[in-house]
């Protein structure tokens, strides 16, 4: 059943959008029809707590993205954060960056730790995997890891723009909020880690295999011509539908060539 394969977390419109792509022809209205008259419905969302230290004196980058999250291209803003998982051998700390155009996870590092390295090793993760251009704005929030000295001299050496959250101000990150609560949602909440090596091990696979490549996505965006492209006369439209981060990703350049 579709519903248990998609572990009784899509609604009606991505849920007809999952039985669309796998062949089956159903009209949305039906597919509500059916899950209103067999009381079909999606498991609740559990809450969790951000805590984010930003009682410091370090160097403050200004909101640059300023929760512009319209973005026309891969590589025009990336999203950072951090979050816990606990397991019966202690907490892990997982930091991600996230692409908010493709909306892939395109750098994440994980440790028994919330320290500056954790930090810095997932955004170099993601320079490697995407080689993106001078000008990316990387965003995070306040937190003592994101103004570190050695945070901030990767961002200069690469030229880029950093950017940071509003003081308190979850809205500001809300692409990477949103991903926080998918993981935990469909993951972390089935799960009672009794070691740190298993969660690693389900964590890497759920962004590898299931998010980026499996996950459908509803991306929208505002109709915009991106001039870094304006020879191959590429628009940008607004409602793109469902996909996965990397078909975004590979539909773009795709689009380019």
Same mark, same amino acid.
């Given at each position: 059943?579709?519903?248990?394969?998609?572990?009784?977390?899509?609604? =009606?419109?991505?849920?007809?959008?999952?039985?669309?792509? $796998?062949?089956?022809?159903?009209?949305? #209205?039906?597919?509500?029809?059916?899950?209103?008259?067999?009381?079909?419905?999606?498991?609740?969302?559990?809450?969790?707590?951000?805590?984010?230290?930003?009682?410091?004196?370090?160097?403050?980058?200004?909101?640059? !993205?300023?929760?512009?999250?319209?973005? %026309?291209?891969?590589?025009?803003?990336?999203?950072?954060?951090?979050?816990?998982?606990?397991?019966?051998?202690?907490?892990?700390?997982?930091?991600?960056?996230?692409?908010?155009?493709?909306?892939?996870?395109?750098?994440?590092?994980?440790?028994?730790?919330?320290?500056?390295?954790?930090?810095?090793?997932? !955004?170099?993760? *993601?320079?490697?995997?995407?080689?993106?251009?001078?000008?990316?704005?990387?965003?995070?929030?306040?937190?003592?890891? #994101? =103004?570190?000295?050695?945070?901030?001299?990767?961002?200069?050496?690469?030229?880029?723009?950093?950017?940071?959250?509003?003081? %308190?101000?979850?809205?500001?990150?809300?692409?990477?909020? %949103?991903?926080?609560?998918?993981?935990?949602?469909?993951?972390?909440? #089935?799960?009672?880690?009794?070691?740190?090596?298993? *969660?690693?091990?389900?964590?890497?696979?759920?962004?590898?295999?299931?998010?980026?490549?499996?996950?459908?996505?509803?991306? =929208?965006?505002? *109709?915009? $011509?991106?001039?870094?492209? *304006?020879? %191959?006369?590429?628009?940008? $439209?607004?409602?793109?539908?469902?996909?996965?981060?990397?078909?975004?990703?590979?539909?773009?350049?795709?689009?380019?060539?």
């Amino acid at each position: 059943m579709a519903h248990d394969e998609t572990k009784q977390r899509y609604g =009606c419109e991505r849920l007809h959008a999952h039985l669309a792509g $796998q062949g089956h022809h159903i009209s949305q #209205y039906m597919v509500r029809r059916i899950k209103v008259e067999y009381g079909i419905v999606c498991r609740r969302h559990k809450r969790f707590k951000v805590t984010t230290n930003s009682n410091h004196n370090k160097l403050i980058y200004p909101n640059l !993205l300023d929760q512009k999250f319209d973005t %026309s291209r891969p590589n025009e803003a990336w999203v950072s954060d951090i979050t816990y998982i606990w397991t019966n051998e202690g907490w892990l700390y997982l930091a991600d960056v996230k692409d908010v155009y493709t909306k892939e996870l395109v750098g994440y590092a994980i440790d028994q730790r919330m320290t500056t390295d954790l930090v810095c090793r997932a !955004l170099n993760m *993601a320079i490697k995997n995407k080689r993106p251009n001078k000008q990316l704005i990387v965003h995070s929030d306040r937190g003592g890891q #994101y =103004c570190s000295h050695a945070y901030h001299k990767i961002i200069k050496q690469h030229k880029f723009k950093g950017s940071m959250s509003r003081r %308190s101000n979850c809205f500001d990150n809300a692409p990477i909020e %949103s991903f926080w609560g998918i993981l935990k949602n469909e993951l972390l909440y #089935y799960q009672d880690y009794k070691t740190r090596f298993k *969660a690693v091990n389900d964590i890497i696979k759920y962004i590898e295999l299931k998010y980026n490549e499996e996950r459908l996505v509803k991306h =929208c965006f505002a *109709a915009t $011509q991106d001039k870094s492209y *304006a020879h %191959s006369g590429i628009r940008i $439209q607004k409602g793109l539908g469902y996909k996965t981060p990397r078909q975004m990703w590979f539909d773009f350049y795709r689009q380019a060539a």
